[in-house]
């Protein structure tokens, strides 16, 4: 085993091992891998940075934008209103087109987009027919999921997988290739969801109208402490660092006590009388109190109308999946600077915190409670860290361009179908419409893009192309049918199937089939047979993996607002899994012999 291959092996191990343990943000960890590569040699400057001119990263990072222009159209809100309405008359029914719904819009949008705006949606549809939310959040997830594996364009993973298909073979997929097997796991997906999977899901959150208050356990967090006739504060503009000082306290807003609807916070001078909401534990309130210039204004139970007074809000706030937030300390995080807001509780991780926030390093899937000035909502609404799963009544951005928005998408899709342009060439026309139909500025399409994705697609298809070059990739191939291939190729599919799955649970989709998809092509070469069935063996493993909330964005955007524990997703999502699997090992033969 020559040199090359041992450290284009170590650094693949070094690569699962920053993606799976998020020891660094895993779109330094791919960079991290590029540049030992260039720096070893291995790879010359123009191998290396083939990344950023891949025609996969090239239109993922269009779609994601041809998608932001979908959603701020409003269409997807309007489609939600109305199954919300047909529901009340017949809830499966109408349950099942809705899942339907968002499938077929998954299949050409990116599917994290179609989650992102349904999440309200479904909770105040669930509220509203005194169902639990989290009955309904995992089968928006998985709809999303479904739909997205049957087009060329539904994921980024299928775009990935035939980028890296068109690379090595010069083969490319067609936009509906994915559809057929696409559609039998579809059908049978749902038919497992209805009949058995909801079944399967607890209702972690409560049925009723959310009291987000009761939902974050809020109510032993707050406190209104009045200012004394002789404090020392009365004149000064509040310093909230030298009030609470060493204390694990946030001051959320002074209330004049000749109107206590009018909510203040910052530029206003303290007066007698004024009353001073405190977010905090008992043991930190009856610290400040020392002070002796400050006592309690006495308070039975605190609901949501209590803190939405004047232009004071609730909201809760999902962290996104991939967002350039993750990792990063709450208390590193100037909430009130960029949005006017308190964070008061935060469901990290399944766990319920209302003390020591500033410690909690947030991820994807957390979810927050706000106290904010309603001012600030559209602040938080374009920042693409968050998403907001509070329902909420704010009119549609841009709904005058909606048949423009779904025009540019027809367009994009027929372009590539009837071969008149490549997908790399129509997706960016597609950008390049929708800024100059004002269907997005172009401020909202640099925010649009996932540039955490793109990074990680910059670092880790170069590792691909070293295994290749060195060999590595024809030795593992090697190592994998000296287990397999003596059963035929049925089983090679059966184990690379599963073996993907495994790889997907613990780092991102994109990741591993970047990683896996050059090994699975060289093991068809081995083999003998086609390489269409054996990538795609790889590229549906990938995206269809629902046993853990962080092994696919969308379950990762539904594992706070849900108020789910890790377990539920294996619970509901392992039977599904093996469902899928033993359905990909019939029918990939069939549709896509050997």
Avoid at 222 to 235: A, E, Q
Avoid at 574 to 582: C, M
């Amino acid at each position: 085993m020559s040199f090359e291959i041992i450290f284009v092996f170590s650094l693949l191990f070094v690569a699962l091992f920053l993606f799976a343990t998020d020891y660094v943000p895993f779109d330094i960890a791919a960079l991290i891998i590029l540049v030992c590569l260039l720096a070893s040699g291995i790879l010359t400057p123009q191998e290396g940075f083939s990344g950023l001119s891949n025609p996969a990263t090239v239109t993922i990072g269009a779609m994601f934008v041809i998608s932001e222009g979908i959603r701020r159209t409003g269409v997807l809100k309007k489609a939600g209103e109305f199954f919300c309405d047909r529901m009340r008359t017949n809830f499966k029914l109408w349950l099942f087109i809705m899942l339907a719904f968002i499938s077929f819009a998954s299949a050409f949008m990116n599917n994290t987009a179609v989650i992102m705006v349904f999440i309200p949606i479904v909770i105040d549809i669930a509220t509203r027919l005194k169902v639990s939310p989290s009955k309904l959040l995992i089968p928006l997830s998985f709809a999303g999921i479904m739909g997205g594996i049957s087009t060329l364009i539904g994921t980024s993973t299928n775009l990935l997988v035939n980028s890296i298909l068109e690379e090595r073979t010069g083969q490319t997929f067609a936009m509906f290739d994915f559809t057929p097997i696409g559609l039998i796991l579809l059908s049978a997906g749902f038919f497992y969801l209805i009949t058995i999977g909801i079944e399967l899901i607890p209702g972690r959150r409560t049925e009723e109208k959310a009291e987000l208050t009761s939902d974050f356990r809020i109510q032993p967090y707050l406190t209104d402490l009045i200012v004394d006739k002789n404090s020392g504060l009365i004149g000064e503009i509040l310093q909230e660092a030298d009030l609470t000082r060493e204390l694990d306290l946030d001051v959320l807003r002074i209330f004049k006590p000749e109107s206590d609807s009018s909510a203040q916070r910052s530029d206003i001078r303290i007066e007698s009388g004024d009353v001073l909401r405190i977010r905090g534990s008992a043991g930190d309130i009856q610290k400040l109190l020392q002070r002796e210039d400050l006592y309690l204004k006495p308070t039975s139970k605190w609901f949501d109308v209590d803190l939405q007074k004047g232009r004071d809000t609730l909201l809760e706030a999902a962290v996104a999946p991939e967002s350039a937030l993750e990792g990063m300390p709450l208390g590193k995080i100037d909430f009130y600077e960029r949005f006017g807001a308190v964070p008061l509780a935060i469901r990290h991780h399944g766990e319920l915190k209302q003390e020591k926030l500033e410690d909690i390093k947030i991820s994807g899937g957390d979810s927050l409670l706000l106290s904010l000035s309603r001012d600030r909502i559209p602040d938080l609404e374009k920042d693409p860290s968050f998403v907001i799963t509070s329902e909420l009544d704010t009119p549609d951005l841009r709904p005058g361009k909606t048949f423009i928005a779904l025009g540019i998408l027809a367009c994009v899709v027929l372009a590539a179908v009837l071969n008149i342009l490549p997908i790399m060439v129509s997706a960016p026309a597609g950008v390049i419409a929708m800024i100059l139909t004002g269907c997005l500025t172009t401020d909202e399409a640099y925010t649009a893009v996932n540039w955490k994705v793109i990074m990680l697609l910059v670092g880790v298809l170069p590792l691909g192309t070293a295994m290749d070059k060195t060999g590595a990739a024809s030795l593992m191939a090697e190592q994998i049918l000296g287990v397999l291939s003596a059963y035929g190729p049925h089983v090679v599919i059966a184990g690379l199937y599963l073996f993907t799955l495994m790889i997907t649970s613990i780092i991102s989709t994109n990741a591993s089939v970047a990683l896996l998809a050059p090994i699975a092509i060289e093991i068809s070469g081995q083999i003998g047979v086609n390489p269409e069935p054996v990538v795609l063996t790889v590229s549906y493993a990938a995206c269809l993996t629902f046993i853990t909330p962080f092994g696919h964005h969308a379950n990762t955007l539904v594992y706070g607002p849900g108020q789910y524990k890790f377990t539920d997703f294996t619970r509901v999502g392992l039977p599904l899994n093996i469902l899928f699997w033993v359905l990909a090992v019939i029918f990939i033969p069939i549709i896509w012999p050997f």
